[in-house]
């Protein structure tokens, strides 16, 4: 499982979410045909991703869409519970802590971690907020699994690198920086401001293209 890409992953996840979608209204089977219109991908892909975990469904009846549901959410982690350390309790981590599809998928919250002597002792939606000093002493303690790091550009590798030396090899950062990691810890990066920029342009495309023109790089 550990060859499986990244890509695949990926469309894994968007398939479980329409397949939960699909249960809600009552929908009992779904066909790979079904499931690539609404992804924007092929048939022959849909099948390819879930053949690389077994074989699923039934030949001119598609898929249970209760089973698959749950086959791939055993696939992804879904059925247990995973507790996740927060550093950072600005804005963002804030933000994160309330955001209630963690908990709902099994990513629980249990520790949040800032050096602020301003935010540390207070709470935010239960939690207390400890010093990053006692990081590594709370991972051990609560048996914590993934870290996601909420901090300035600045922090961002300083507090990875407390995060790695305390034992944890799943971090998910939302600081706009490629940060570096030894061999064996898995890092995910989360960059809203590169996602705007494709949103934007897109914009501007779409914009030039009324024009019948393209955007051109300036001279310098």
């Given at each position: ?157 300083s507090v990875v690198d407390i995060l790695v030396k305390a034992g944890l090899k ?51």
């Amino acid at each position: 499982m550990n060859r499986i890409s990244d890509a695949t992953i990926t469309r894994l996840s968007r398939y479980y979410r329409s397949l939960v979608h699909l249960e809600t209204q009552g929908q009992e089977m779904v066909s790979s045909k079904e499931l690539a219109k609404r992804h924007k991908v092929t048939p022959a892909q849909v099948r390819k991703d879930l053949s690389c975990f077994g074989q699923f469904g039934t030949r001119g009846l598609g898929y249970s869409v209760c089973q698959l549901k749950e086959t791939i959410a055993h696939i992804l982690g879904l059925h247990r519970i995973w507790k996740v350390a927060l550093v950072g309790a600005g804005s963002l981590g804030s933000a994160l802590i309330s955001y209630k599809e963690f908990k709902r998928q099994g990513f629980h919250i249990v520790a949040v971690f800032d050096n602020d002597p301003h935010k540390v002792g207070k709470k935010r939606r239960g939690l207390t907020i400890s010093d990053i000093t006692k990081l590594p002493k709370i991972v051990k303690e609560l048996d914590i699994n993934l870290a996601v790091v909420a901090v300035p550009t600045t922090a961002a590798q300083s507090v990875v690198d407390i995060l790695v030396k305390a034992g944890l090899k799943m971090i998910l950062n939302f600081a706009p920086e490629t940060l570096k990691t030894p061999p064996g810890v898995t890092i995910r990066n989360v960059n809203m401001a590169i996602e705007l920029e494709a949103l934007s342009y897109r914009l501007v495309a779409s914009e030039m293209s009324r024009l019948d023109g393209k955007p051109k790089l300036s001279s310098i």
